[in-house]
């Protein structure tokens, strides 16, 4: 029998791997997004978010553990399937068309490999303002907690910042788009049928997500982050 590597560097093994990386992290931007979109509820709803989580204690460091080990396993995954592709096709087509079923051949499935580069390198610099970042604090029912909540409105105020989450948040789109249809390609038994229904399903979640996560930035950017939207924001 193959020992557990030579089946995870397998051909089926790579895909199987993409695929279940693929959805928990899906899971997770689904979680995310929700923690984010918390800035529009109550004056302290996001901090209070963020210091529910920092109170979890050791759970909160095995699943940022467990996040970090999927996200490397996905793009290690990623990567080398890209990578063995090339090297079997070193010579790139001048022309390229979509092949329909069962490939998908599309701008998303072929940019999958340099959007996931990209996203890896903008989770990095997004740790380091966010969840490393000097967020401050505020009194909330007598206890000192970090205010995130200041450092995100404040952060997003910076057209840079604004603008260039905006921009990434449609790299993620088009990764996602071609993604999700293929996490469930490289999981299940499919019908031309049930392919093409996940394809539209894929595309129409990829894009749902992406306008969620960039429409913060872009809020806080054009009401100067003291948007109606917001509570308890203040205008200068």
């Not at 029998?1 to 693929?22: D, F, H, N």
């Not at 290690?76 to 070193?90: F, L, Q």
């Amino acid at each position: 029998m193959p020992s557990l590597v030579e089946a995870a560097t397998s051909q089926v093994g790579r895909k199987l791997l993409t695929g279940i990386t693929g959805l928990l992290l899906l899971f997770f931007l689904f979680f995310h997004l929700a923690g984010n979109l918390t800035i529009f509820g109550g004056e302290h709803a996001m901090n209070i978010y963020s210091m529910t989580l920092h109170d979890l204690g050791w759970p909160l460091w095995i699943a940022r553990i467990g996040l970090a080990l999927v996200f490397i396993i996905h793009a290690w995954v990623g990567i080398s399937i890209w990578w063995r592709r090339r090297k079997a096709r070193p010579e790139n087509y001048h022309v390229y068309s979509s092949k329909g079923e069962p490939s998908r051949q599309s701008l998303s499935s072929r940019s999958m490999a340099i959007t996931g580069i990209i996203l890896l390198i903008f989770l990095v610099f997004h740790i380091n303002t966010f969840a490393l970042g000097d967020t401050g604090t505020v009194l909330i029912d007598g206890r000192e907690v970090s205010d995130l909540k200041t450092l995100v409105i404040e952060t997003f105020q910076n057209p840079l910042y604004a603008f260039g989450y905006a921009i990434i948040m449609l790299l993620l789109a088009a990764h996602l788009g071609h993604g999700i249809w293929s996490s469930f390609v490289s999981l299940t038994m499919k019908s031309r049928k049930c392919s093409d229904l996940m394809y539209t399903i894929g595309a129409t979640v990829a894009i749902l997500l992406a306008l969620g996560f960039l429409f913060i930035p872009l809020y806080i950017y054009f009401t100067g982050g003291c948007g109606a939207m917001i509570a308890g924001s203040q205008c200068v």
